[in-house]
């Protein structure tokens, strides 16, 4: 497979000015807890996106989106959104949010390439705003500082219904370090980073499991969650005196409450359990403890399966086999910003016979899963030129 320089050059003819590395997002826990301004485990990986650009000598912009096999092009002047931009939109949401700036922004020519170019809304515009603001600053010399390109990602969702970024992914994004996680407060969004325990010198590691489920099989109904998930808390917040927080409503209060449909308040039970599970989850691997995260990770498994009815019988299935296993101690469904990815906690040197079960699942669903080692990785990054043979 050709890396992105070799891309770039074979659709452009020219070599690129800039390469970025633009690490995945993974949401171990509390995925949905922005609902409630509860609490949230994050982390970065090595997936992701590369984005590769070079300059033009006129006002326009085109993209290739390798991954997807699919172009786009527009013209800065007159800029506007589309309906028809899908994943383009985070491109040009990046142009009008550095024009609305007053920064001089030029024609260019760019390439995306990784997972996170295939990925959800969400996790796909988190990814191109934050490599596309970097690459373009280190190309038109614009000097903005971190903090800056931060808030310029976020209020880029300005310009875009669907394609919009989340605050906390793209913190994580730009201030994640290797073999670190971050703690998220989603109230007043202060974080804090921790590290990982179950990397070397622990005897469990954690593996990402890819079902490798199409896109569409189960996106939609976490849109359509996410929307139901809106309106509860809209009425839940409407409902409650003034001043209260809505993560430290307790279930009871929940199933008496009035002003709530009976979907309402499953949905709001899921949501402040994901968000106490990110608070257990911390507490389990702040001690290295392998069985309590495990069971944390069954429990949230549970609750996504019977609350939120977010899962599969492919997923289903996965995670049904790893709990029969006694090398593995939990097994959960994560955000990546890719449906139907699983992380398991597996004793170290016993990853086969879990890889024995993936054998299985495909000859049974007809879908190749892939399983690759799950260690948080760094932050955003520009990619110097020695280091290009690599991507």
């Not at 839940?236 to 209260?244: I, T």
Request: with cysteine; hydrophobic share 40%.
């Amino acid at each position: 497979m050709k890396g992105i320089i070799d891309v770039h050059k074979a659709e452009y003819g020219v070599t690129p000015d800039v390469v970025v590395e633009v690490p995945q997002v993974t949401t171990l826990l509390g995925a949905f807890s922005d609902f409630c301004s509860g609490y949230a485990l994050m982390s970065t990986n090595t997936q992701g996106l590369r984005v590769a650009v070079s300059k033009r000598n006129d006002s326009q912009v085109r993209v290739l989106n390798s991954t997807k096999k699919e172009r786009k092009k527009f013209q800065l002047i007159g800029l506007r959104s589309r309906k028809e931009d899908k994943w383009c939109t985070p491109v040009k949401s990046v142009c009008q949010v550095l024009q609305a700036a007053e920064l001089d922004v030029r024609g260019f020519d760019l390439t995306l390439k990784g997972q996170s170019a295939v990925a959800d809304p969400p996790a796909i515009t988190a990814a191109i705003t934050s490599g596309l603001l970097l690459a373009l600053n280190k190309l038109f010399g614009y000097e903005i500082e971190i903090n800056r390109l931060v808030r310029l990602a976020y209020n880029s969702k300005r310009f875009s219904d669907t394609y919009k970024s989340r605050l906390r992914d793209l913190i994580t994004i730009f201030s994640s370090e290797p073999g670190k996680m971050l703690r998220f407060d989603l109230e007043t969004y202060e974080y804090a980073s921790f590290d990982y325990p179950f990397t070397a010198g622990h005897d469990m590691g954690s593996w990402f499991i890819d079902c490798s489920l199409p896109a569409y099989e189960l996106a939609e109904e976490v849109a359509i969650f996410r929307a139901d998930a809106e309106r509860a808390f809209t009425a839940l917040r409407e409902s409650l005196p003034k001043g209260a927080k809505v993560r430290s409503v307790t279930r009871k209060e929940i199933i008496e409450n009035k002003a709530l449909q009976e979907d309402w308040k499953r949905i709001i039970s899921f949501v402040l359990d994901d968000s106490s599970a990110a608070e257990k989850g911390y507490e389990a691997l702040l001690s290295g403890e392998a069985t309590q995260l495990g069971k944390v990770l069954s429990v949230e498994q549970r609750n996504i399966a019977q609350q939120a009815d977010l899962t599969s019988p492919e997923v289903d299935w996965l995670v049904k086999r790893g709990a029969e296993m006694d090398s593995v101690s939990g097994v959960t469904e994560i955000s990546v910003g890719i449906i139907g990815t699983l992380v398991a906690l597996i004793e170290k040197g016993k990853e086969d016979e879990f890889r024995e079960k993936l054998e299985e699942y495909e000859r049974i669903f007809g879908f190749r899963p892939v399983m690759r080692e799950y260690i948080p990785s760094g932050s955003i990054r520009i990619i110097p030129e020695d280091e290009y043979p690599l991507i």
